[in-house]
């Protein structure tokens, strides 16, 4: 039998050294420090406080056409007849879309709303891109009469369109929206899928038509797509299709348009890397879109024109949210909660991604876990779920980054009203949106007769109707 020797037994307590420079030597949590930032769009957080209020919307006006010349050169090094076509339901507000039109953007729309927003800012409406799966005939017999682009999302609408136009004596040239099999959930809401041969059974009918002339092929991959690759399998499909209709009809593809869906560095929800270190650049996209056409150019009757319908990769990365901090409290488990005036009802992006939250000013203090909620009484209105910052204190401000798409297009009035959007540019900031006041929020609306009494007359609800 073996025996222990006592020595080995004996126990020496560690012993801890400092190490200067190293590890140990840091503050806190101070590998984790998110930078501060005192200045948006080249103008102090402050100045634009004081002059505007909180919450603040800011749009860089020299980010946003930055953004579009980078994608359109890149684009154009590849295939030089692309056509740009600024998605406008990403952010319709007028100056936005008035930059990309002066920039040479064509408008991107998919309602007759914004197609008269494009017409009053002067695009023409054969520069204009009209989709979704939902037009009005007035909005139809409009575009049929302005030669916008049309394309058409399914059986529905296409047999709408041919009595439209045989009502309107005249032929109208169409595009089609195709619906393929290449992410998963599918993107199949839309069109005339590919793989059951719907796509060529209706390109065939279009062929037939006394009405109609087909001349274009339309997809969207899918929105926040990260991988070039998706595109490019993507256009390769609408070239092989447009190829195909082009042996087996009288048709012309003279337009194919892979629309919209390009990510940028915010970053998503629950994904393990940040949007910035999985997100492709305008020149890995354009690549990946532009190669296969240059392979197949010699094949078409004539070269096609290339369209593209980006909207959140122009302007994502130009607008920020200016906040501030209302109240902090201690919430659940070790983790704090910080009030702020800007809730999900005017930044229901927040919803998708866990945006960069920066602080004007880093005081130092020690670093905190939160969880940024906005003013709204909801438990839903969470503006991001964890977020490590240096301490913060009531009146402390925030710059929310990344929020120039949809923040604004699918923003609404709920509980607070809509702030100010203002656009920095270089010859200083204007507001593009007033802040909403309470009678504009309710001057649609109407009191029955009924329901008027002597509390109620000469309220901003009575205003059309007498006294007594």
């Known amino acids: 039998m073996s025996t222990i020797d006592p020595k080995q037994t004996t126990y020496t307590s560690p012993e801890l050294f400092n190490v200067s420079d190293g590890p140990v030597g840091r503050p806190p949590g101070s590998e984790r420090r998110i930078e501060a930032q005192s200045m948006v769009a080249g103008h102090s957080v402050e100045s634009l406080v004081e002059k505007f209020g909180s919450p603040l919307y800011v749009m860089d006006e020299t980010r946003l056409r930055a953004s579009y010349r980078r994608l359109s050169e890149a684009f154009k090094a590849g295939w030089t007849h692309t056509v740009i076509g600024c998605s406008v339901k990403t952010n319709y507000l007028s100056s936005v879309v008035a930059v990309m039109r002066d920039e040479g953007a064509w408008g991107e729309v998919v309602s007759g709303f914004e197609y008269r927003l494009c017409r009053d800012l002067g695009i023409p409406g054969d520069q204009i891109i009209f989709n979704g799966p939902w037009k009005t005939d007035d909005d139809l017999r409009l575009a049929f009469s302005e030669g916008a682009v049309l394309n058409l999302d399914g059986d529905d609408e296409l047999e709408r369109v041919e009595a439209l136009a045989a009502g309107l004596g005249q032929k109208v040239k169409v595009g089609l ?39 274009g092929l339309h997809m969207h991959v899918g929105t926040y797509i990260p991988d070039p690759g998706l595109y490019g399998r993507g256009i390769e499909a609408l070239i092989a299709l447009a190829l195909r209709i082009e042996r087996e009809t009288d048709a012309t593809i003279s337009s194919l348009d892979i629309g919209g869906g390009y990510a940028t560095r915010n970053t998503l929800h629950d994904t393990m890397l940040p949007g910035e270190a999985i997100t492709a650049t305008a020149e890995e996209y354009a690549e990946a879109i532009t190669a296969p056409l240059r392979r197949a150019s010699a094949q078409f009757k004539e070269a096609p024109r290339l369209c593209i319908e980006p909207g959140r990769i122009l302007v994502d990365e130009a607008a920020s949210m200016i906040t501030t901090v209302r109240a902090v409290k201690r919430i659940s488990g070790q983790q704090k909660a910080v009030l702020i005036d800007a809730g999900v009802h005017i930044m229901p992006t927040a919803w998708w991604y866990d945006h960069e939250i920066r602080p004007e000013f880093d005081h130092g203090h ?75 929020v309710r001057q649609l609306e109407n009191l029955p007769d009924h329901l008027i009494g002597p509390e109620t007359q000469g309220s901003i609800l009575c205003k059309d109707k007498p006294n007594g």
Not at 182 to 204: C, I, Q, S, V
């Open 177 to 215: 929206r195709i619906n393929m099999q290449l992410n998963y959930p599918p993107w199949d809401k839309f069109g005339f899928k590919l793989e059951t041969g719907h796509a060529m059974e209706a390109a065939r009918l279009v062929d037939k038509s006394e009405h109609l002339e087909l001349n």
């Open 366 to 440: 020690d670093i905190e876990d939160y969880r940024i909620v906005g003013p709204l009484c909801m438990q839903i209105d969470v503006v991001r779920k964890q977020v490590n910052l240096p301490a913060l204190s009531t009146g402390d401000r925030l710059v929310i980054q990344d929020v120039g798409a949809y923040n604004f297009s699918q923003s609404m009035q709920f509980i607070y009203m809509r702030p100010n959007y203002v656009m920095a540019h270089a010859k200083g900031v204007d507001i593009i949106r007033a802040r909403e006041e309470d009678s504009y």
